[in-house]
């Protein structure tokens, strides 16, 4: 188990570590380009939190984030299986509310950035982890992805400011890196060859 020791609420973590393993794992989830158990992206979600903040709700929310998106368990299964409000209401605030049914990727796309603007500065910050943990491996393993994705991950930094600065700083290096010329040309260069 690789979760974070916290000095009076390592059991609220473990948890939180073994039911995100569990949910992910009942799907058989990897991660997209290395074939790892699900879990190895929420551990290092949860570690980037715990770099910069030492709450036990937000950690244990870390994760967690991604469950009601990916996984048949919602948030409300979260808060059924005794975590404290506080941390389903985090995962309730990273949850994108957008549906297929929504309309198009564009269109979901401005739905999920709306709720993410009325974020708790927690959630907040919680997405920006997210944001720094996913943005490199996709720009290194998918770079036709990556031209939208990070597309997608600039317009949300526009409303994840009441994040925590270091990470907004961190994760607005990521995106400007992805965009300077260098990058740009190696980019082209790679999609004309």
Avoid: W
């Amino acid at each position: 188990m690789n979760t974070i020791d916290h000095p009076r609420s390592r059991p609220v973590i473990d948890f939180a570590y073994r039911y995100a393993d569990m949910a992910h794992g009942s799907i058989g989830q990897v991660r997209r380009f290395t074939g790892e158990p699900y879990i190895v992206h929420a551990t290092a979600v949860a570690h980037i939190i715990a770099s910069v903040s030492t709450d036990f709700e937000l950690i244990s929310a870390a994760y967690l984030h991604d469950v009601d998106e990916d996984t048949p368990y919602s948030v409300h299964d979260i808060n059924e299986a005794g975590f404290r409000f506080g941390i389903a209401q985090l995962v309730y605030e990273v949850t994108n509310p957008s549906k297929a049914h929504h309309g198009n990727r564009a269109t979901r796309k401005a739905m999920d950035i709306a709720h993410l603007a009325n974020a708790t500065e927690r959630g907040q910050t919680l997405k920006l982890a997210d944001i720094i943990e996913n943005c490199p491996s996709i720009i290194e393993h998918d770079p036709d992805f990556a031209r939208t994705y990070i597309r997608e991950k600039s317009a949300q930094l526009e409303v994840l400011h009441r994040g925590h600065p270091a990470l907004y700083k961190k994760a607005k290096q990521i995106i400007d890196d992805y965009y300077s010329p260098v990058t740009v040309q190696t980019a082209n260069h790679v999609v004309n060859d």
